[in-house]
């Protein structure tokens, strides 16, 4: 995974207008008996970049519709730098949006999509095809202004399509799934390239992902929604090492449960016992781990078992079953997978650090 | 301002035009297509025989004829403005209502398909039929009100607007069918968010954005239309018309070779309609 790029607001280096600040307040939104956004609270401070993550149908997609104007909220109301927008039209409102579909305009070439919004503001013709060519160098494709859409492969079209968000200058960058479209290389490369621009213009940008790799990779802060509501909004590191709720913990990464008896501040898990990250709990408990701080230790007087291996170069995913017949994830350098083959008898110890617990679950594992 | 890196130009560019299945036998293209050819070419030449046939050998003259003959010109110019009418009103009426549907009312489209295909169900003569009780108790009814003067003017020989109306109702399963194809290959939703986030009004959407992306789906509609207009008799005749068909059928009473090489000159027009359209379509994509 890349390292999440940090540091938004100060690193603005072009005269480009400053990123706005977008707040969502009660936001709630129906479609006959689903329940989209269900009183939505959130701020997004000018320049950051907010991903907003979640499962599908968790209401992320109505949310930056709301920001964009095609979606109208039944309650609440949607704020750009304190003031409402939710009358506002859709053709009013400064915020440029990329679209999950290739969204360019099949009958113009790249430069009049990018130059749209420009002849749309009746800017003289020399004047906008200038800026469509600045714009399509910025999104490093300086020589397919003549070319149509159904000339240029998907990774392309989004860069126009970016390209084309940008040319009004707006205050507020939407983007919906972007990139879900894109072959894996193309995404992985074509993210990082959107941070890069996103920082240098220091514009405020939602992005809507359910791929937690592209959030956490990207985002200044990640706000991970689930059933039209705010599950947890903080930066990629946080997340990943103290989700806020059981939920978060299962969505963001992987997740053992390791069942474990708590008493106060500490729980005893696999024969030891650790400080509990949280408040105090006793009795019967799950312990959240995550696979890579599980450690694994070949021994022929070990409890458990590897029973199953899967190399993903740099490290390497194990399936372990326990004494008790529960199985857990873990991860190990890639080189270790060798000695620590499925059948081979091993000891399982955790990092010793604080965990998270959770209400125990009927069936134990991963 | 950092610029993105120059993205590798598409040698990846999406493959477009697939190649045609091989190991066909060559032959049974030429079979299938001489068949079909034979079906369409022998009729008319058939026809273009009965038009040069004369007791001395070959004449021509049925063809110096046409525009000489009586009632060739106005008939036509009626037709030419009939149909004109008739592709304003049909579009205007069919791609509003089915972009409204896409937009605002996708489940409305079944409905909506079927009520445009609906004339191709009801037999002209059961449609002339309604139209002109219509036509005859209108009057009665409306004898005392504004609307009285309407429908009379409706019926004016040298420009029958009924004729409009009721061609309106037969083309809209053909214009529907043309749209949609169009609509089909376009995301609609998708393209007027993306012009509305670019700050276009409606009208900017739909001239704009929308309507030079349905160009050949356009143009098929309008040619459709215009071919049937171009080409319809029952309702014209029943309710006592002289549009382009009826006149044919008409001069054909008193000089048979003149009508069959008007009924081949607007074949010939028909084609000539359908090669700009189908060359216009080509062009857009």
Known sequence: MTAPTTGAAGDVTTGAAAGARVEFRGLYRRFGDT????????????????????????????????VAGFEHPDEGAVLVDGRDITGVPANRRDAGMVFQSYSLFPNLNARDNVAFGLRVRKVAAAKRHARAQELLELVGLPSVGERYPHQLSGGQQQRVALAR?????????????????????????????????????????????????????????????????????????????????????????TMNHIPGTASGDRVTVLGRALPVDGPAVHGNVDVLVRPEAVILTPASDGTATVVASSFRGSTARLRVELADGSELLADVPGHDSVRLAPGVRVSVTLVDRPVLVSEPRVSAGA | MAALTPAPLPGDAPASSGRGRKGRPRVWRVVVLSLAALYFLVPMAASFWFTVDDPQGFSADAYGQIFSAPGFGSSLLLSLGLAAATIVVVLLLTLPAMLAVRLGAPRLRPVLEVVCTLPLVVPPITFVAGISTVLRFGPEYLARTPFYQTIIAMQNPDFPVVLVLAYVVLALPFAHRSLDAGLRAIDVPTLVEAARNCGASWPHVVFRVIVPNLRSALASASFLTLALVLGEFTVARLLSFQPFPVWIVYISGSQAQVSVAVSLFSLLLTWLVLLAVSVAGRNRS
Request: glycine share 6%; charged share 25%; hydrophobic share 45%.
């Open chain 1, 35 to 66: 329940v989209a956004l269900d009183g939505l609270d959130l701020t997004v401070e000018p320049g950051e970049l907010l991903a907003l993550l979640g499962p599908s149908g968790c209401g992320k997609t109505t949310a930056l519709r709301c």
């Open chain 1, 165 to 253: 968000a940008l040319a009004l200058e707006p205050r507020v960058l939407l983007l919906d799934e972007p990139l879900s479209a894109l072959d894996a290389k193309v995404r992985v490369t074509l993210r990082e390239e959107i941070r890069r621009l996103q920082l240098s213009l220091g514009i405020t940008t939602i992005f809507v992902t359910h791929d937690q790799e592209e959030a956490l990779s990207i985002a200044d802060r990640v706000a991970v929604l689930r059933a039209g509501r705010l599950e947890q909004v903080t930066d990629p590191a946080t997340l990943y090492d103290r989700p806020a709720t059981p939920f978060v913990a299962e969505f963001v990464g």
